[in-house]
């Protein structure tokens, strides 16, 4: 007669949930009676989030995973200046949200203010709504090929522009007459928690893959020094495996 056991990597003999088991930097989440996860808090990583793992310029992001930012790092003050969002990213998944602020998590962003990057079918999307009417580009071609791509978003007051590698700029304009984007809300790169909510249904998935090199109006952000709050994002340089489970047989 031959039984099984089930042993995680970490030489858990039960898979059953024990907070001991994720450390002081991580959570346990059950699935079953049989298989658990570490749910890792920000720069942390390892079977039991013990490894410190910092990220400053290149954050991986699995679609459950988000960086906030202060929206003090992108004031927003006069809709004269021109206002400029640069990044890399890199990803096979056709769909993402990148980088996002709209509003207060208390206030709906339908019809409200905000500015957003994301990936729709592996086309490249900027957005961003001032009162009248959003405005919208979109990359002739999908982005979703595996490669980094270098994006340029400009904004100064109606007026957009999408710079997506060495390819000819977008334009685009907001309707209406307000030119002034009132987006009070953090900032988010990577993901948002309840995202179509915090959203309005604009974006409906996280992002899964690469973001790097940041920079807010020619300023660079350190995503781990700058970052205010953030969840299970991983430094960019290396692939973590998933958890694997053995089988360990044994006679009896």
Same mark, same amino acid.
């Given at each position: 007669?031959?039984?099984? #056991? ?8 039960s *898979? ?7 450390? /002081? ?30 990220? =400053? ?10 960086? =906030? /930012? ?17 990044? %890399?990213?890199?990803t ?26 994301? &990936?729709?079918?592996?086309? &490249? ?9 959003? *405005?919208?580009? !979109? ?11 270098? !994006? ?6 109606? %007026?957009?522009? #999408? ?5 000819? *700029? ?12 009132? *987006? ?9 928690p309840?995202? %179509? ?10 992002? !899964? ?5 940041v ?5 660079? !952000?350190? #995503? ?7 969840k299970?994002?991983?430094?960019? =340089? =290396? ?6 489970? /053995?089988?360990?047989?044994? %006679?009896?």
């Amino acid at each position: 007669m031959k039984d099984e #056991l089930l042993i995680s990597e970490s030489g858990c003999i039960s *898979a059953v949930c024990r907070q001991a088991d994720c450390g /002081l930097n991580g959570k346990c989440m059950e699935f079953n009676e049989t298989h658990y996860e570490c749910v890792c808090n920000l720069f942390y990583d390892g079977p039991r989030c013990n490894i410190f793992k910092p990220i =400053e310029h290149a954050a991986k992001f699995n679609g459950d995973a988000f960086i =906030e /930012l202060s929206a003090d790092e992108f004031p927003h003050l006069t809709s004269e200046k021109n206002e400029i969002v640069q990044l %890399r990213f890199k990803t096979e998944h056709p769909n993402g949200i990148i980088f996002w602020q709209g509003q207060q998590p208390d206030v709906s962003v339908v019809g409200e203010d905000y500015i957003s990057l994301g &990936l729709t079918n592996g086309y &490249l999307h900027y957005s961003y709504e001032l009162g009248g009417g959003a *405005a919208n580009m !979109v990359s002739p071609i999908r982005l979703n090929d595996g490669n980094m791509h270098t !994006v340029r978003l400009e904004r100064r007051g109606r %007026r957009g522009i #999408l710079q997506v590698d060495n390819d000819p *700029a977008l334009v685009g304009m907001s309707s209406g007459i307000l030119a002034m984007l009132n *987006a009070e809300g953090n900032i988010f790169i990577g993901g948002v928690p309840d995202i %179509r909510h915090s959203t309005g249904g604009l974006h409906h998935q996280n992002f !899964v893959g690469c973001i790097a090199d940041v920079a807010l109006n020619g300023e660079k !952000v350190d #995503l781990m020094g700058t970052a205010i709050d953030g969840k299970n994002v991983r430094p960019c =340089e =290396e692939w973590i495996s998933p958890k694997r489970w /053995l089988k360990l047989r044994r %006679r009896t």
